[in-house]
């Protein structure tokens, strides 16, 4: 399979583009387009950002974006983010370690009180008092193994929630393909965008949570959200306000 980002470099190259010209049009930053051409999918936030860029970039260069990110898709990196989940359900079983510990724990103390039990039969009562530190140092590590294994499935979960955070988000790319439209838009409830865009040109916006976007002329516009196209947003000359998130992403 030829290189995604190499053919997108030539196509680039055939229409005398520059990269500056490219992240002026499109609004996608530099490093993430010298990134597509160089196929390092990890150089950008996650496979979210992934598809909707390639698919805004493909269309500004007049290329089947279906057939790019099918390809993106396809990738093993891609593959090994799924591959990734079963792992996560074992590491969720360990806590029934701490409980093997505290069993062999047990025994051992039990043994430990026979032996002392059957030496001060024989010895004065100095025996009992020197095993009194030592039940109390067996007591001290087995605190320390249950400490030690609870720090480790806190930290385990936690990396998990940080993996989990690091692959969400909301992409919206707005392509107006025909008059013009002015938009209002709010990401993660801060203003981002307020104007006026003209039939031809596009804009990408990002966020975390939510993206909040309220249009002039929705029949004049195509969104695509997170990888998914939809047009037109509404009727022309409709005023409408779409918020997109993960879970939402139609009007």
Known sequence: MDLIGEELRIRRESKGLSLREVEDATKIRMKYLIALEADDFDALPGKVYVIGFLRTYARFLEMDDEELVNKVKSLSQFAEEQDEEPEKTTIKKSPGSPNLILIIAVIAALIFAGIVYTLSRDKNDKIPEESI????????????DN??????????????????????????????REASCWMDVKIDGKNDFNGTLKAGENRTFVGQEKITIKYGNAGAVEVIVNGESIYPVGNPGQVITVEYTEENNTP
Do not use: K
């Open 147 to 176: 400490g030690s294994a609870q720090n480790t499935q806190e930290t385990e979960t936690n990396q998990d929630a940080n993996n989990e955070t690091e692959i969400s988000g909301v992409s919206v790319t707005v392509i107006i």
């Open 133 to 144: 530190p030592q039940t109390q140092t067996n007591s001290e590590n087995e605190s320390s």
